[in-house]
């Protein structure tokens, strides 16, 4: 459950980076060290830094879980497993934490390029996942989105269930949690392209924010906040368009290890950034200028 | 049950209407003509009719469902009316519009007001008279026969009966005495000579004893109302959009009728006809009929049949009060479909489940357009009969008299010749849904361009050459769409025209016609 397009992501990768497993190593983001407390006692964020709050948009890129397995001597599969846990305990923090918008990233349409017993199993696995959580997440209040989800390769019992978990949850007003499932970010953003020359506007009416109404959901805001766990630091064609002012971190934890913990430190993180959106004012709620 | 239909919607500009629902209304002083009244109003034949009768007790009881069930099983095991069935009802793909007719019907027959009576009459004489052909076995059968209207009636009336009986609170004698005259009326009213139903109950008895001994068979449409109507019964419009919830309460109370429904038949007939005794199913039966006789302890308006059918039958696109708050409903009803699908255990990974077609692209398949609209009665064939359903349909809709009747059917008859010569290729006499699939480009022909012109011009109902709301909602059952409202306050000859063969020849799917001829 990971986009790790490209072939040369193995397992000696994660192997190199050792004991960046462990709890506590999660601040050591990309280019950016800040002065944190060691991870723990962490649970109410307090509204500290250049004053800035929880991010409305946390996106989470679910890296690592094959190298996981590999280190652990265990086929692939297993660490797509061990990532259900991971995903629950993030769903839950960011909730208990006041994110608004939590996306994930679970399959994009480059990993139709894995083996095919692969694939199988992950389609299996989500379908899996999908059924066992679905009566907690409308319980929750979670209101479930599917992105993507084009490729006739899709199973339709799986296409189904995705259906019946956002029909069953659309009235929720909780937390919205968007599962990118067979995502590419270019395809959006050729989707909307089509679909706005289709609507017959004239050149030069279209604007960012016109464009942006013709991607899928647009009532997405924009992303905050992108989390890319086992270090990899690459946005691998995930939601272009609302990456557009995000800030990112890329804590070494793989994905199966990543827990609330290391959810809230990225949190507190984000908080200590100064985000500028290429001005000087900071914008309140990551809204781009437009 | 008489094979009827009629419409709810009075109309303007066409006497007689108003009192088409005529059940609930008191009886208005000046009931209408009576050539044959007394100057006692005792001695009309009206007085039989009307909100004091023994029928209308029944009307609103909800063990009648179970009773109507009966009766409608011992209706078609008579050899003649079961031919009838078969060949001409729609029962087995739209039996929600079907039995919704008929209710309607009969709610006229037994109403108050004479003048609907006679006019729904002379409507269900002639529907019935377009009725006729010969069963397989090549014997005849007519619509119109007395004796097979008189087995129709005696069913209903024996049901009844015997409904009370198995529930445990038989009728006394008068009342039974009372309620036989009502249907005995109900046949004079029809303008049967008497004499096919015996003048006195205990004549009554033999007769339907004979009738059982003798005459019943264990005829092909007895079989689907037992074994096939349950089991695959379409959702009503209601419900449409929930297939499995309503596959799993059908799976569960579908097998449980047909149970319920042999074991209350007359042993001598399960006997000859082979019908199973499956154990405890007397008790089932008995059991059925106690607990559907206790609903009568509801607040009246729960269980009211019409209040009842008319919601069954409101769909979501309709501007009724009412829709918004069954919107809600429905989406209700849709979570709580989705719930149940996700939280059911799976078997195997990705085997079950595909069947669920999904009602989506705006273009439906020749197959789909085959079963959906044009293959009203179900036998997968196309052949005089479904079209003859249509037309049917359309002129109860819009409650059309002669010579608008006649108009229509054989605009639908012209359009037949034309179907049939141009798609029957092996020269069977119907069209196979190979034979429709393999020719559907060429479909719009000059016939079906009649039918349309036909359509308009009985649905202009004051002839103005367009069809206003009122008329447009006599015919679609809800009020002009957004799209047309755009386009102005009415509907002109030419766009009428044009929808309808998109929808009859493209195959398009269109809101307002959807409900109309494909709706169960």
């Known amino acids: 459950m990971c986009p790790e397009p490209r072939p040369r992501d193995t397992a000696v990768h994660g192997l190199a980076e050792g004991g960046g497993v462990s709890v506590g190593h999660v601040r050591a983001t990309a280019g950016r060290a800040d002065e944190g407390e060691p991870g723990g006692r962490l649970s109410p964020l307090p509204q500290q830094g250049p004053g800035r709050g929880v991010p409305r948009h946390v996106a989470c890129v679910m890296d690592g879980n094959g190298r996981w397995a590999a280190q652990r001597s265990l086929p692939r599969t297993s660490g797509h497993?061990?990532?259900?846990?991971?995903?629950?305990?993030?769903?839950?923090?960011?909730?208990?934490?006041?994110?608004?918008?939590?996306?994930?990233?679970?399959?994009?349409?480059?990993?139709?390029?894995?083996?095919?017993?692969?694939?199988?199993?992950?389609?299996?696995?989500?379908?899996?996942?999908?059924?066992?959580?679905?009566?907690?997440?409308?319980?929750?209040?979670?209101?479930?989105?599917?992105?993507?989800?084009?490729?006739?390769?899709?199973?339709?019992?799986?296409?189904?269930?995705?259906?019946?978990?956002?029909?069953?949850?659309?009235?929720?007003?909780?937390?919205?949690?968007?599962?990118?499932?067979?995502?590419?970010?270019?395809?959006?953003?050729?989707?909307?392209?089509?679909?706005l020359i289709r609507s017959g506007v004239p050149a030069d009416a279209v604007d960012e924010r016109h464009f942006a109404a013709h991607l899928p959901f647009p009532d997405t805001p924009d992303v905050d906040l992108v989390i890319r766990t086992s270090g990899e630091q690459r946005i691998s064609n995930f939601m272009l368009w609302q990456v557009a002012y995000a800030e990112w971190t890329f804590p070494p934890v793989l994905w199966p290890d990543f827990r609330a913990t290391h959810f809230l430190e990225c949190l507190r993180t984000y908080q200590q950034r100064d985000r500028r959106f290429g001005g000087v004012t900071p914008h309140a709620n990551g809204e781009p200028h437009l | 049950m008489t094979d009827s239909g009629s419409s709810n919607n009075s109309r303007p500009g066409r006497k007689g209407a108003a009192g088409g629902k005529a059940g609930p209304l008191p009886p208005t002083p000046d009931a209408g003509p009576n050539p044959e009244a007394g100057p006692t109003p005792a001695a009309e034949p009206g007085s039989l009719f009307g909100p004091d009768s023994q029928f209308h007790r029944f009307f609103d009881d909800p063990r009648w469902a179970l009773a109507v069930i009966r009766a409608t099983v011992l209706e078609a095991a008579h050899p003649q009316v079961g031919a009838a069935l078969i060949d001409n009802s729609t029962f087995v793909a739209h039996p929600w519009r079907r039995l919704r007719n008929t209710l309607v019907s009969l709610q006229r027959m037994f109403g108050p007001d004479d003048h609907v009576r006679q006019r729904e009459a002379a409507r269900l004489n002639r529907l019935h008279a377009r009725i006729s052909g010969a069963d397989p076995r090549n014997r005849h059968y007519d619509a119109m026969d007395p004796e097979v209207r008189a087995w129709v009636v005696a069913t209903l009336f024996e049901s009844s009966v015997t409904m009370c009986r198995l529930s445990g609170q038989p009728l006394d004698q008068s009342t039974m005495e009372q309620l036989y005259a009502e249907f005995r009326a109900f046949l004079v009213a029809l303008a049967d000579e008497p004499g096919h139903l015996p003048p006195t109950l205990p004549e009554f008895w033999r007769y339907y004893d004979r009738m059982v001994e003798d005459e019943l068979e264990n005829t092909e449409a007895l079989r689907i109302i037992l074994y096939k109507l349950f089991d695959h019964l379409p959702a009503p419009p209601l419900l449409d959009g929930v297939p499995t919830v309503w596959a799993a309460g059908r799976a569960l109370a579908g097998p449980l009728i047909g149970t319920i429904t042999v074991a209350s038949l007359p042993e001598p007939f399960r006997r000859r006809a082979g019908l199973p005794e499956v154990p405890g199913a007397q008790t089932l039966m008995q059991s059925a009929y106690a607990a559907a006789g206790l609903a009568r302890f509801l607040p009246d308006n729960w269980i009211r049949t019409e209040n009842l059918f008319d919601l069954l039958y409101l769909s979501p696109d309709s501007d009724d009060p009412r829709a918004a708050a069954l919107?809600?409903?429905?989406?209700?009803?849709?979570?709580?479909?989705?719930?149940?699908?996700?939280?059911?255990?799976?078997?195997?990974?990705?085997?079950?489940?595909?069947?669920?077609?999904?009602?989506?692209?705006?273009?439906?398949?020749?197959?789909?357009?085959?079963?959906?609209?044009?293959?009203?009665?179900?036998?997968?064939?196309?052949?005089?009969?479904?079209?003859?359903?249509?037309?049917?349909?359309?002129?109860?809709?819009?409650?059309?008299?002669?010579?608008?009747?006649?108009?229509?059917?054989?605009?639908?008859?012209?359009?037949?010749?034309?179907?049939?010569?141009?798609?029957?290729?092996?020269?069977?006499?119907?069209?196979?849904?190979?034979?429709?699939?393999?020719?559907?480009?060429?479909?719009?022909?000059?016939?079906?361009?009649?039918?349309?012109?036909?359509?308009?011009?009985?649905?202009?109902?004051?002839?103005?050459?367009?069809?206003?709301?009122?008329?447009?909602?006599?015919?679609?059952?809800?009020?002009?769409?957004?799209?047309?409202?755009?386009?102005?306050?009415?509907?002109?000859?030419?766009?009428?025209?044009?929808?309808?063969?998109?929808?009859?020849?493209?195959?398009?799917?269109?809101?307002?016609?959807?409900?109309?001829?494909?709706?169960?």
Not at chain 2, 372 to 388: I, K, N, R, S
Not at chain 2, 395 to 421: C, G, H, I, K, V
Not at chain 2, 429 to 442: L, Q
């Open chain 1, 81 to 195: 497993t061990a990532a259900e846990k991971t995903v629950i305990d993030v769903i839950e923090a960011a909730r208990a934490a006041g994110v608004e918008w939590l996306s994930l990233y679970a399959f994009s349409t480059e990993n139709w390029r894995r083996p095919s017993d692969e694939v199988d199993f992950l389609m299996r696995l989500v379908r899996r996942v999908v059924r066992k959580h679905a009566p907690l997440l409308f319980a929750r209040g979670i209101r479930c989105r599917f992105l993507g989800v084009a490729d006739p390769r899709i199973p339709p019992p799986l296409a189904r269930d995705f259906a019946d978990l956002m029909t069953l949850t659309g009235q929720n007003r909780g937390m919205t949690l968007t599962v990118a499932f067979d995502h590419g970010g270019r395809r959006d953003i050729v989707e909307a392209a089509r679909s």
């Open chain 2, 327 to 520: 919107t809600a409903l429905r989406d209700r009803i849709k979570q709580a479909g989705a719930l149940l699908r996700l939280a059911t255990p799976l078997t195997s990974p990705f085997s079950q489940q595909q069947s669920v077609p999904e009602q989506t692209g705006p273009q439906r398949s020749a197959a789909e357009f085959f079963t959906e609209v044009l293959d009203q009665t179900a036998d997968g064939y196309l052949d005089w009969p479904d079209l003859a359903a249509m037309a049917r349909e359309l002129s109860t809709r819009l409650d059309l008299d002669e010579p608008e009747e006649t108009r229509l059917y054989a605009a639908y008859a012209e359009w037949w010749r034309e179907l049939q010569a141009e798609l029957d290729a092996d020269g069977d006499g119907r069209i196979s849904k190979d034979e429709y699939a393999a020719a559907v480009p060429s479909l719009a022909g000059p016939a079906l361009i009649r039918v349309a012109e036909v359509l308009f011009d009985v649905t202009d109902a004051d002839g103005n050459e367009s069809i206003d709301a009122d008329e447009y909602r006599a015919l679609f059952r809800t009020a002009f769409s957004r799209t047309m409202t755009a386009a102005g306050p009415t509907y002109s000859r030419s766009a009428f025209i044009t929808d309808f063969l998109s929808f009859m020849s493209g195959r398009r799917r269109s809101t307002p016609y959807d409900p109309l001829l494909a709706d169960a």
